[in-house]
């Protein structure tokens, strides 16, 4: 058993910009596990993924802030703290924070993540209109 007090040793934050909008900053929290990667992700207002799939699906756990998530048969979700979000194997999606919030979650990923396209802002302002 091991227990990583909140962060990797030594490992320095990362700030995610080319698959990312806005700012956005990611800590792996776990090296050891080697099917799958593990992050807390930092999001600042308007902060958003582009587009994508993970190979062997994901599990989100937000813990702080307002956001959202969508995917491609236009199912989109406010998300807050303690909501869960299982995204399938394969499920094209994004999520990121509100326009008037951060969001932080912590972000299981398993398999490879495919990237797509940018999250168009006119799209982002629909769901944010939407959803919150
Ligand atoms: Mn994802």
Redesign the pocket.
Known sequence: MKIHRGRLPGAASENRTETFTGTVWGDPILAEAPALSANTVCFMPGGR?YW???GGG?I?VVTHGRGF?QNRDDERSLISPGDVVY?PPGEE???GAADDSLLVHV?I?LGP?QWLSEVEEEQYRRVVAVGS
């Open positions: 993924t994508h799939s993970h994901q989100l998530v995204v999606h994004w999520h972000a990923s993540t």
